[in-house]
């Protein structure tokens, strides 16, 4: 069956990325190439050429309102850290009730900075809507993947991740977790054990979605894999419904069973479908369930998807290096400073040494030679705490970080460590 709507979208002889207007931006269209100066004079082509025309939205079918109305929900216990996030976890729910139909199954990584950003109730939330939930929590990989099969695969949830893969060491025993999630994302990756007294080989499916939440960036394996959902604390002013449990899940059930009775019949069709993509590569494997779905539900939905797709992995190509820490980094250092008696600003050699000496710290284990210049900078970079020239007490200018560039950051994510209302007493010596 031919799904209507789906045409404009996964035609291969039309442009990858088609223009579509943005919402409230006359004028202005996601994918259009920048104007070319021509120093104010206009020429033949931009005097007769019509003005561009907007792709129209398709007709919208029923998975549309189910979409609608998941995001709603979804919505209102959990706020996500954009518009574009909030499409793209909605889609990626709906993608688990076709997980048959796909060659790659999407990770979902919910991370944050710190604690309390929203990651385990938006999991609460998944829990509930998603196909088959699995929770992982101290379950073994050889239990998943014997969980695991392949007409019918269950939906990953893993949270608190950052105890699974947090610090080299625990990542080292992990690293059979690890291996799995990498594998699970594609089609046809098996493990091999060895089953029964007689030790005969077994192979074991892997392909399943998966849902992964924790502070700080998850391993760059999964992180490649993942469409990334950077979680960030409430604000002042921003509230959510509180989740309860006798009351909300009878609820959230009704919505995931009526959206798995509209998608288990599009399988074959999803399944056919290759649409146009805004991303290459491994970010149009990952990104493609969410793609057809939107496709499927056509209305507002295919357009949103892609937007979502394109400023999303761009977000993601900015970052490109691994972003390690969370508030532990920031509480080490506000200790630092209150032990040199609140300085004005410390050299990043002697902050170093500092966080280094702390036995009760990761920071003298850290990579071969302990914690470094580069790595801290990338660890506050979440921050928008930057290093710069500051004076020391010596008068000499060093590299280094200023005291009141931690304050805000202090203040959100280790408000209990020490006070920071009070200014600056004597500098450090040395």
Not at 326 to 350: K, M, N
Not at 403 to 411: G, I, M
Request: charged share 25%.
């Amino acid at each position: 069956m031919e799904h209507a709507g789906a045409e404009p979208y996964s035609d291969s002889d039309k442009p990858s990325w088609p223009p579509v207007t943005i919402p409230g931006q006359l004028g202005h269209h996601t994918g259009e190439a920048p104007p070319t100066a021509n120093d104010g004079a206009p020429d033949a082509t931009s005097v007769e050429q019509p003005a561009e025309e907007t792709v129209p939205d398709p007709e919208p079918t029923p998975g549309s309102a189910l979409l609608d109305e998941l995001r709603a929900q979804i919505a209102k216990f959990v706020i996500l850290p954009s518009q574009e996030a909030l499409d793209a976890v909605t889609l990626w729910v709906v993608a688990t009730h076709l997980q048959p139909a796909w060659q790659h199954a999407p990770r979902l990584a919910v991370v944050g900075p710190a604690k309390r950003c929203g990651k385990s109730r938006l999991l609460d939330v998944l829990t509930e809507t998603v196909h088959e939930p699995m929770i992982t929590i101290n379950t073994t990989p050889a239990a998943i993947f014997r969980s695991i099969t392949e007409e019918n695969p269950p939906t990953l949830l893993v949270d608190e991740a950052d105890t699974i893969f947090g610090t080299p060491k625990v990542a080292e025993k992990n690293e059979e977790m690890r291996g799995l999630l990498n594998a699970g994302h594609q089609r046809n990756r098996y493990v091999t054990r060895v089953v029964g007294n007689d030790h005969t080989p077994h192979r074991f499916a892997t392909f399943a979605m998966a849902a992964i939440a924790g502070i700080g960036d998850l391993p760059d394996t999964i992180m490649d894999r993942a469409i990334v959902i950077r979680m960030r604390r409430r604000a002042e002013g921003e509230k959510v419904k509180p989740f309860r449990s006798r009351r909300d899940i009878p609820a959230l059930h009704e919505l995931r069973d009526r959206i798995a009775a509209w998608a288990r019949p599009l399988l074959d069709e999803a399944a056919e479908l290759e649409p146009v993509m805004p991303v290459e590569d491994r970010a149009a494997d990952t990104w493609e369930p969410l793609v057809i779905v939107a496709d499927l539900a056509a209305g507002s939905w295919p357009r949103r998807a892609r937007t979502a797709c394109a400023r999303m992995v761009a977000t993601e190509v900015e970052v490109e290096e691994e972003r390690p820490g969370g508030a532990r980094i920031l509480a080490d250092i506000r200790r630092v400073f209150v032990a040199q008696r609140e300085a004005d600003s410390l050299s990043t050699d002697e902050l170093l040494y500092h966080l280094r000496k702390d036995a009760e710290a990761p920071w003298a284990e850290r990579g071969r030679n302990g914690l470094d210049s580069r790595d801290l900078a990338r660890m506050l970079s979440p921050y928008v705490i930057k290093p710069g020239n500051v004076r020391l007490a010596d008068g000499t200018q060093r590299k280094g970080y200023m005291r009141n560039k931690f304050l805000d950051a202090w203040r959100r994510y280790c408000p209990t460590v020490h006070p920071v209302d009070a200014g600056p007493t004597a500098p450090a010596s040395g």
